[in-house]
């Protein structure tokens, strides 16, 4: 297999875990209640009514689980929010696709994908702040940005080999006309 081959495989590679991190991370916005229920039970706490939560881990799930039951009861129209979110992660992983093709030609979205990362953070500590979500849950949210930042940034530096090998008329850095 030569160089060109080898990084194309590679860039298809981590563009895949990707899309599937998105897929995936879409997804879990769905099932929302069945997630909270499913975690409080692993953590042996005993649901929104009865819980003596030990921890601040276990009072902020007894906490999302007893908000959760009760917007879905009262408001569930609500959660058509969640469902939108799942909606935008699931698009998308649909355009990274156009980078999976043709990396060298889409190199823009690597670009736009690290950015997107980047802009997690404030958001996340923002909009967390002003919500009362706890600074350590606001971590784990912005994880996910900072995790997806490895695998584009590699991509981007694979691309820019890429485009060198195949001698591409535009390379990633040198911009559109």
Not at 129 to 144: E, K, M
Not at 152 to 160: A, P, S
Request: proline fraction near 5%; hydrophobic fraction near 55%; glycine fraction near 10%.
């Amino acid at each position: 297999m030569n160089n060109e081959q080898q990084l194309l495989r590679r860039i298809r590679a981590l563009t895949l875990l990707v899309i599937a991190g998105l897929v995936i991370s879409g997804a879990t916005a769905i099932p929302v209640e069945t997630e909270v229920n499913l975690l409080a039970s692993m953590l042996g706490l005993s649901g929104p009514e009865g819980a003596q939560p030990a921890g601040v881990l276990a009072e902020w799930i007894i906490r999302a689980q007893t908000g959760v039951h009760a917007m879905n009861a009262k408001y569930p129209f609500i959660a058509y929010g969640g469902d939108w979110l799942a909606f935008g992660h699931f698009a998308i992983a649909i355009v990274f696709i156009g980078a999976w093709r043709d990396p060298v030609r889409n190199a823009w979205l690597f670009d736009f994908g690290l950015i997107v990362s980047a802009l997690v953070l404030p958001y996340a500590f923002g909009f967390g702040a002003w919500r009362g979500i706890p600074v350590w849950w606001r971590l784990i949210d912005c994880s996910f940005g900072v995790g997806c930042v490895i695998p584009l940034w590699i991509c981007r530096r694979y691309v820019m080999a890429l485009a060198r090998l195949t001698g591409a008329a535009e390379t990633p850095t040198k911009g559109r006309r």
